[in-house]
């Protein structure tokens, strides 16, 4: 039997209702939250990131400022900019759009944007908040990938998941909320031995590993929920997900497509972020 599809951009289209509408009303009392997004020079990808989060914005009723800069910007102007931006009243969240160029030290500029007004979730702060288990701004994918599995009814507690990826930005974080709602979590990465004994164990799989149609449905233990965190961009300029979506489908439970599953909930998670900083702020 094929396995129910969870649907992120239906998911996402939910949530962003309840935004605007809290947003509406919070028009009404003479106040937007404000997002900052930085963009350092012209790579596609990010260009087409940061069109989207300025349609969000446009789509939901937020205040946005969207800062291009050239390549050639130093970092110091960087700096001076996110400086001018955490002090700035209308602007409650401030993203800089990464990768940077390379002269620029990343964590130098993460490290300077304001605790609360890092709708990434991606300082040090906010990240030891998240590890402590304390009220944080949360990573806007690993959030979006706990509602999404929330959304299919599954208890996580007590259930044995799998994430297979450490990044910073995904596999780690995504461990510890899923620790937090009380899974029992195994990692898994590059080098990991004998990794399908261990995904074959999962009653929840999550795939953040970077590599187009890694996990095929040997990895999966029949009925477990699988979300694919992939976006892979194949020579034929397709995108294909971490998951081998066809085979795994006949196999596992409820199972995020790519794309319209995990990525819509990235923008959508932002603009939660936003606002719940916003609130806080005012
Ligand atoms: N580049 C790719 N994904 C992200 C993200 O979630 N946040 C930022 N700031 N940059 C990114």
Redesign the pocket.
């Known amino acids: 039997m094929t396995a129910p599809i969870i649907n992120g951009k239906q998911v996402s289209e939910e949530i962003r209702g309840s935004l605007r509408g809290e947003v509406e009303r919070l028009a009404k009392q003479g106040f937007k939250p404000g997002l900052a997004v930085v963009l350092v020079g012209e790579d596609p990808a ?1 260009q087409v ?1 940061v069109r989207n989060k300025e349609k969000a914005c446009q789509d939901l009723g937020y205040y946005s400022e969207v800062h291009r800069l050239p390549a050639s910007t130093s970092q110091e102007d960087l700096l001076a900019l996110v400086d001018k931006l955490n002090r700035q009243e209308n602007i409650h969240g401030i ?5 940077l160029p390379g002269h620029i030290d990343e964590k130098s500029v993460i490290d300077a944007i304001a605790v609360e007004k890092d709708v ?1 979730g ?1 300082h040090p702060v906010n990240v030891g908040n998240l590890v402590i288990g304390d009220d944080s701004l949360l ?3 690993p959030a979006g990938v706990i509602e999404l599995i929330k959304r299919t009814g599954i208890e996580m507690a007590g259930k044995h998941a799998v994430v297979i990826g450490r990044s910073n ?1 995904v596999g780690k974080p995504v461990s510890l909320l899923l620790q937090r709602e009380h899974a029992t979590v195994t990692m898994c990465h590059s080098k990991t031995a004998n990794m399908k004994e261990i995904t074959k164990q999962a009653d929840i799989l999550v795939v953040a590993i970077g590599r187009a149609n890694f996990v095929d449905a040997s990895y999966v233990k029949p009925g477990a929920v699988v979300i694919d965190v992939g976006m892979n961009r194949l020579d034929n300029g397709k995108l294909a997900g971490d998951v081998d979506f066809e085979s795994v489908k006949e196999v596992s439970g409820p199972i995020t497509p790519v794309p319209g599953g995990v990525g819509p909930m ?1 923008i959508t998670m ?1 603009m939660q972020n936003t606002l719940l900083a916003a609130k806080r702020l005012n």
């Open positions: 990010s990131y993203l800089v759009q990464l990768p990434d991606f990573p806007c994918t930005i990235t932002l």
